[in-house]
């Protein structure tokens, strides 16, 4: 290769394509639990799904994973979806609406950039429901980087966004 080459500052990760064991029990946890719409079915092995029409955040399939057991928490492959809510509230509504289905979490963070709630879907796939703190606010190394952290999420702050 001749010249580093730097992505486009404007390129974005468009969408997430998951094997699943059971199709209709991956469709109650993002359409029924998180609220995405149900944009078209590909036969009966997989469903797109999205926030807003987009023609698919989320492609859900059991191509070659239909009855599966759930992913390997200790093997290589996805870490965690991340699903990036437009502000605090919107992630305050959604973390209560976790908690009222008394849906399993595993953390919640303060990453200094965003606030994080995890969780597994029902195939052990990690799940990352975030809000990005204005930009300006992100806290700065003394050389001018991002610095990021893992802390505590305030959970009691979190919810104050509710009232």
């Known amino acids: 290769m001749a010249a580093p080459y730097t992505i ?6 468009g969408h997430v394509h998951l094997k699943v064991a059971d199709l209709e029990r991956s469709m109650k946890f993002y359409c029924e639990l998180l609220g995405f719409e149900l ?12 926030a807003g029409g987009y023609h698919h955040h989320i492609g859900l399939n ?20 991340a699903i990036l809510y437009p502000t605090r509230r919107d992630l305050a ?3 209560r ?15 200094g950039v965003s606030e994080a709630i995890y969780l597994d879907d029902p195939d052990g796939n ?8 204005p930009r300006e606010l992100w806290p700065k190394t003394a050389e001018g980087g ?18």
């Open 8 to 13: 486009p500052a404007q390129t974005r990760i």
């Open 39 to 50: 944009i078209t079915m590909y036969g009966t092995q997989a469903a797109f799904v999205s």
């Open 62 to 81: 059991t191509w070659h994973s239909k009855g599966s057991p759930p992913a390997a928490e200790n093997s290589v492959g996805l870490y965690h979806t």
């Open 93 to 95: 509504v959604i973390f």
């Open 97 to 111: 609406r976790l908690l009222e289905a008394n849906y399993p979490l595993t953390g919640a963070s303060d990453h």
């Open 126 to 133: 990690g799940v990352e429901l975030y809000w990005d703190r």
């Open 146 to 163: 991002i610095e990021m952290y893992t802390r505590a999420l305030d959970i009691n702050g979190l919810m104050n966004e509710l009232k």
